[in-house]
């Protein structure tokens, strides 16, 4: 088939860019023609993307740039449409949607025209998004989890057979603890030998809820202190670590009025994640809402570690709240807290966590797995309409 793959993003370093690389390394692997747009202003991508989008190009696959906010660009995007005669058309996230959906208004339909839907934020009655998804045009919605599904039916007025669930994927090539040196990536980020480590890995946003990682922090640091004054000598000591985009200058006040500054680790932005997740030994998730499965989550199961996250959105989909990790009520420190210091405390218990959200990740969401479920529907929609 030849497919295209739309996206709004500028570059490969945010969950839905990252998933639509993903998927077309994995359509081209299996014999497709893929071809992929990204946004840029001007029609021109900024010299600072340049790496991360040069993947694409590596991987096989051709690369497009539009800036999907100007008319113009929708009028040569759709004669791009017409000459190249794509088989799919599969968008990701709601401006580039939007841009194929005017740029096919009055123009031939591409034969199978899917979007995917990564959030659980609901569809406003009267938006442009709820209308580009009502269209008969859009063969179908793909929603990364259930939750994601029930609210897109629920406030887009969707019939259920329209929206498919099909999860995100993670590389266990790239996300592989047999290919990481954890020793060394702790050394990398100064983490002291034989300290015990509570991570997370996300850019900062309020919805990503890093005010109650740091006061569950805290109070962690507290329980710790607490006990080694009690029983000097005892248990190793416990780092906070935070990776992501803007945490230190959004967060740093804060974690030096909690009085955990000494013991907390923020190395911004880190390209290696893999080796960042190797650093970690508990991995949490303290997100507060708009999530639709954190992608995180399956990366710190391949990469064999127990996982703590807030019952927010899809999340509940692969952390088995005592199977394949512990589920926290959001916005709820004390109960964040109380979860990793059980952990810490048992880590027999969070070895048998971790290894089976391991398996898990294994049995149903590797790249393969992904892209079988998302070949299989284009087909299925190709060939129902030639039945009519």
Same mark, same amino acid.
């Given at each position: 088939?030849?497919?295209?793959?739309?996206?709004?993003?500028?570059?490969?370093?945010?969950?839905?860019?990252?998933?639509?690389?993903?998927?077309?390394?994995?359509?081209?692997?299996?014999?497709?023609?893929?071809?992929?747009?990204?946004?840029?202003?001007?029609? /021109?991508?900024?010299? @600072?993307? !340049? +790496?991360?989008? *040069?993947?694409?190009?590596? %991987? =096989? $696959?051709?690369?497009?740039?539009?800036?999907?906010?100007r008319?113009?660009?929708?009028?040569?995007?759709?004669?791009?449409?017409?000459?190249?005669?794509?088989?799919?058309?599969?968008?990701?996230?709601?401006?580039?949607?939007?841009?194929?959906?005017?740029?096919?208004?009055?123009?031939?339909?591409?034969?199978?025209?899917?979007?995917?839907?990564?959030?659980?934020?609901?569809?406003?009655?009267?938006?442009?998004? /709820?209308?580009?998804? @009502?269209? !008969? +045009?859009?063969? *179908?919605?793909?929603?990364? %989890? =259930? $939750?994601?599904?029930?609210?897109?039916?629920?406030?887009?007025?969707?019939?259920?057979?329209?929206?498919?669930?099909?999860?995100?994927?993670?590389?266990?090539?790239?996300?592989?603890?047999?290919?990481?040196?954890?020793?060394?990536?702790?050394?990398?980020?100064?983490i002291?030998?034989?300290?015990?480590?509570?991570?997370?890995?996300?850019?900062?946003a309020?919805k990503?809820?890093?005010?109650?990682?740091?006061?569950?922090?805290?109070?962690?640091?507290?329980?710790?202190? *607490?006990?080694?004054?009690?029983?000097?000598?005892?248990?190793?000591?416990?780092?906070?670590?935070?990776?992501?985009?803007?945490v230190?200058?959004?967060?740093?006040?804060?974690?030096?009025?909690?009085?955990?500054?000494?013991?907390?680790?923020?190395?911004?932005?880190?390209e290696?994640?893999?080796?960042?997740?190797?650093?970690?030994?508990v991995?949490?998730?303290?997100?507060?809402?708009?999530?639709?499965?954190?992608?995180?989550?399956?990366?710190?199961?391949?990469?064999?570690?127990?996982?703590?996250s807030?019952?927010?959105?899809?999340?509940?989909?692969?952390?088995?709240?005592?199977?394949?990790?512990?589920?926290?009520?959001?916005?709820?420190?004390?109960?964040?807290?109380?979860?990793?210091?059980?952990?810490?405390?048992?880590?027999?218990?969070?070895?048998?966590?971790?290894?089976?959200?391991?398996?898990?990740?294994?049995?149903?969401?590797?790249?393969?797995?992904?892209?079988?479920?998302?070949?299989?529907?284009?087909?299925?929609?190709?060939?129902?309409?030639?039945?009519?």
């Open positions: 088939m030849k497919i295209l793959q739309v996206a709004t993003h500028a570059s490969i370093t945010r969950g839905g860019a990252v998933q639509l690389y993903r998927l077309a390394r994995e359509l081209l692997r299996r014999g497709h023609d893929v071809t992929c747009i990204f946004h840029a202003w001007n029609g /021109r991508p900024a010299p @600072r993307d !340049a +790496a991360t989008l *040069r993947g694409v190009e590596e %991987a =096989g $696959a051709r690369l497009v740039f539009y800036d999907m906010t008319w113009r660009s929708i009028l040569r995007f759709r004669r791009f449409l017409k000459s190249e005669r794509f088989d799919v058309v599969h968008t990701h996230r709601d401006l580039a949607l939007e841009f194929v959906t005017a740029a096919t208004l009055l123009g031939p339909r591409p034969p199978v025209f899917v979007t995917n839907r990564g959030s659980t934020y609901r569809l406003h009655r009267f938006s442009l998004t /709820r209308w580009c998804y @009502r269209r !008969a +045009a859009l063969d *179908r919605v793909i929603a990364v %989890a =259930g $939750a994601v599904k029930d609210v897109v039916v629920r406030t887009g007025g969707l019939a259920s057979e329209r929206v498919e669930v099909v999860y995100g994927s993670v590389d266990t090539e790239m996300f592989d603890p047999a290919r990481v040196d954890a020793a060394r990536a702790r050394e990398a980020l100064g002291p030998p034989g300290a015990r480590v509570v991570g997370t890995v996300a850019t900062w309020p990503k809820g890093y005010d109650y990682f740091f006061n569950a922090a805290a109070q962690v640091a507290g329980e710790v202190d *607490r006990r080694e004054n009690v029983e000097p000598d005892g248990a190793a000591p416990v780092y906070f670590l935070a990776a992501g985009r803007r230190e200058r959004k967060m740093s006040d804060l974690v030096e009025s909690l009085g955990i500054r000494e013991r907390t680790i923020l190395p911004g932005h880190c290696d994640v893999p080796s960042v997740l190797a650093a970690i030994d991995f949490v998730v303290s997100s507060t809402k708009g999530e639709g499965l954190t992608g995180t989550i399956r990366e710190a199961m391949a990469m064999r570690k127990p996982v703590i807030t019952d927010v959105s899809g999340n509940r989909e692969i952390v088995d709240d005592g199977a394949t990790g512990l589920l926290v009520p959001t916005r709820d420190s004390e109960s964040l807290a109380r979860a990793i210091v059980s952990l810490l405390d048992d880590p027999s218990r969070a070895e048998r966590l971790a290894r089976a959200g391991y398996d898990l990740v294994q049995r149903k969401f590797t790249n393969a797995i992904r892209g079988e479920r998302i070949e299989a529907l284009y087909r299925s929609i190709a060939e129902a309409k030639t039945r009519r």
